[in-house]
């Protein structure tokens, strides 16, 4: 029987496809495959000649828009019944080859073939990738088609189109010839049919029949439609019951082609009706397998299962046990095609039992494992159901009145994975398949539902069968692995690329820094759930290199995590990859397998002893230092290489920045030898607050090849000491007598000897030093010397403060261009030590505003005066140099009288002649101005540069006037 033909089966050509030479069916599927491609061929792309053309119009009412559809098969489609059935017929049959060794014997496996299906028109040698020797049958040999070697599959693909278009020519001739063969023959027969006298009055009926289903393969469908109802109304009494339904069944097929579900639904009906009749049970199964296609087809899923699992318990004549279980297999194929999993077990289930019915074992072992898929039993996988499907009602129906067919009741879905264990193993017992039966015991011993009585029973089974396993079977795992994670080394390696593309990789692996030789572990989680402790008698890990793995035992409690510690030793360089876990129970093997774990096993480390120590104390290590805010400490980091080869790089980070090292050191600890020993002095700052100081230390192997990293804290505590409160700048004046001016705050009128009110001063003045001024604060508990310099300066000014005092320091900076506070902290130094002990330190990063950097910006002005005698007067002639633009703006004379208690603005006892504002119009312009002193005294001179508003620079020394 054939159960896996639908309605699209009537519309095709079927031509078999027969492998030559023993081709392996991984090939003939390809070549399939290849000719499927080219399945459907239009008829007027056909070289047919004139008379073929008429006779196909004329006969089967075939036009050049219509279409051939090929269907190729590797395997029978049932047994022929031509002219009964079309749809079961071979009309042409092609052998296919690679490289055949024997053309004749080919031809002749192919004709034997040929006999054996009488009805075919057309059978052909397809040859691919010929010998050369082939060629000399391509004469001889009519029906040899060789495909020489192509370039490609594109022309490969090519190549067999064109074949197919010439040999559709051929079936479409044959077919019209094979019509008018029938036309002309007396009787039509069908298989089994031999008295001429019974059948020659139905010849008119089935002739018209042939027409109907020639048509049907051609596509006319209402052509064919037509014949069949002629046949129903005019030949009706000619015709027995079994042609009557295989006429209904076309006509139901023809309304599948429509969509009509109704009409094809009656059309079916009355089809199987005629079927039961006629005592044929095979045709009217076929018929209702396709007539259930259909119906899934249409989403009456349900509705198709229903009606096909009325045929497992039905008494139909001529069915015996072995179709039987043909029909309960296929069912369950269908039930799986359509997603019904549960149904699919069970009917595989029936299937296996009707084999068990007729002694084949076997097959019944075969297809209860296909069953226990769909009850969640495999032996990759074992697991209860979960409660996510919702069934609507119709298929809930359909399930009540599957229940007596369940051989047990119904107690819930985890009873009915112990009865299919039960059923395996009990034939795997009976077919002596000791292992299988061994599997299935221990798949049972596993199942949670299983009582604590019974589960002793299955492990005297499973300890008794065990000893005659031949070879180490995998079984199902007794614990579920949770995790499995390889314990990282404690220090941190890098393993140099030499040829990496990128600086930085942020996809690369961490390395797990394994080293050869040296014991490395993995820690495991797992967890069983019986209901008594497990005892694993062996353990370990499965892995891939060079590497011992120590085995283990455990036991483990129930249903509860369990930790296990697997020791590996790497026995060389490279790559070890973890694959799983192997455990041994009851004298049975179980593996695990994981997604594959790789690692790098480094050959070769270097090592280094590190400790910090007081310089002169050679024994003990300090973990902690107090230091004063400012300090500087001087201490040793002792650095000694206990491995067996020399260093190949060293470098080494403080964080935060807070210590400095010699580069000369450094570079010489680049190669330090081994077993050698090494004093690194290192100069600490302070933090600004407590904080754990971290030296890292990075090194390599003399290779280069594998670098380790080690980490020393320092423990530093921060206590106050002396603090920078206030830092400024000021400008710089010979004489204190500015601040007295600022206070007057005049401005000299062009027109008269008064004064009135200037809006501002900022005191820039064309001295080429500035005055930075520090106000310091001593918070310790020592008395301080403080000693301040400027770079490249021969004074050193030094200022002592007592503990909890403060004290002011004055030094003289150069004024730039562009001064910065960066200019200002690389020159000006200011450094500290206690009177009391030897704590020592710098005072750094200074702050200044905005507007006291203005004080240290180059003067762009300068002065310079000369004196002398203009008749009774004194002349006082004034050169400005200037790199700006001064024209517009105004030269101010302020002369002033200093004496022991003041400084007197324009005294009275000084006679002046000239205004003492004058306008710059040029840079090389002599400006002057005339004095008599007419009392006692110094007199002396301060020159201005600016408008009514403002004097924007002074001089920064004051000229005497002589007498």
Partial sequence: MNFDQDHTDFRSIHVMLLGIEQLPEERLNFYKNLLSQNSIVNISSLNLSKETVDNLNSQLLITPEDEIHLKFHTSEIGNSSFPLQTHKTFFAIYGIGEGVENILSAYQLLEETVKMHPQTILWKLFCFEPKLEDNIYE???????????????????????????????????????????????????????????????????????????IFFLFGSLDCALKKYDEILDKHKGQIDLVWMAAILESQACIYCYYNNYESAS?????????????????????????FARFMINCQKKVKAVKKLARLVDSNIEGIDQTDRMLISKNLGILCKEIGFERKAGFFMRLAASCCVDISRFNEAHELLKVAAESYQLTEEKFSPSEKTREFDRDLYIVRENLKPWMRGDYTGWKNLQKIMLEHLKAIAKKIGDSSSSVKYTWNLLLHSIMETDFQDQLRIEIE????????????????????????????????????????????????????????????????????????????????????????????????????????????????????????????????????????DIMQSLPELEIKLRVPGNTLDQIPTVVMLTSEQLKVDLVIKNISYEALGKFSIDCTPDVAIFDNSHIE?????????????????????????????????????????????????????????KESTLEPVFEYPWHKTLRDINPSMSEKCHTFTKRFEDQGFNDCPFCKVRFCLENKSKDELLIRGYVKDGNEIKE????????????????????????YLNENIFLEWCSLVN?????????????????FAKESKTSFSMTIESEGAFQCANVTIHSSDMLKGLNLYFYPLRITQDSIKLIPHDLLLSGCLSLTIY??????????????????????????????????????????
């Fill in 838 to 854: 030897s704590r020592r330190g710098d005072l750094k990063n200074f702050k200044f505003t905005e507007e006291d950097l203005l």
């Fill in 668 to 724: 010489f600890l680049q190669t330090l030898k081994e077993n050698s020993e090494f004093v690194l002095p290192v100069i600490l700052s302070t933090c600004e607050k407590n904080a754990d100081v971290k030296f890292s230390v990075n090194y390599s192997n003399s290779e280069g090849k594998i670098s380790l990293n080690t980490i020393l804290v320092l423990k530093m505590i921060v206590n106050e000491g002396v603090e920078i």
């Fill in 266 to 290: 009656a059309k079916f009906t009355d089809a199987e009706t005629n079927y039961l009749k006629a005592r044929n049970g095979k045709l009217y199964i076929e018929c209702q397998f396709r």
């Fill in 799 to 822: 200022i002592k403060i007592l503990p909890q005092k403060t004290a002011i320091m004055e030094l003289f900076v150069s004024r730039v261009p562009n001064p910065t506070e960066n």
């Fill in 139 to 213: 004469e001889k040999a009519q029906n040899l088609i060789l495909f020489h070697p192509n370039i490609s599959m594109e022309k490969l693909y090519m190549n067999v189109g064109i074949v197919l278009h010439d040999l559709s020519s051929m079936i479409l001739s044959g077919l019209v010839s094979l019509l008018t063969d029938y036309a002309s023959k007396d009787c039509i027969f069908a298989p089994g049919e031999n008295d001429a006298s019974k059948v020659r009055r139905k010849k008119k009926a089935r002739f018209t029949k042939l027409q109907g289903d």
């Fill in 464 to 599: 008794q069968d065990a000893v005659h396993l031949h070879s180490n079977i995998n079984f199902r795992s007794p614990v579920q692995l949770l995790s499995l994670v390889p314990v990282e080394n404690k220090l941190e390696v890098a393993i140099h690329e030499t040829d990496a593309v990128f600086l930085h990789n942020p996809w690369h692996q961490k390395k797990l820094n394994w080293i050869k030789n040296s014991v490395h572990s993995v820690i495991a989680v797992i967890q069983h759930k019986l209901s008594s402790s497990l005892h694993i008698e062996q353990t370990k890990l499965i892995v891939e290199g060079e590497a011992e793995c120590l085995p283990t035992e455990k036991k483990v409690a129930p249903k509860t995590k369990e930790s296990i510690e697997y020791y590996v030793v790497p026995k060389c360089h490279g790559k070890l990859i973890i694959k799983g876990i192997h455990f041994q129970t009851m004298g049975l093997h179980s593996y695990i397998y994981v997604t594959p774990i790789e690692l």
């Fill in 922 to 963: 040029d840079q090389n312009t002599l400006h002057k101005l005339k004095y008599l002193p007419t009392g006692h005294g110094e007199f002396y001179l301060v020159l201005g540069i600016g408008n009514k508003n403002c004097v924007q620079c002074w001089s920064h020394r004051l000229w005497k006037l002589i007498r």
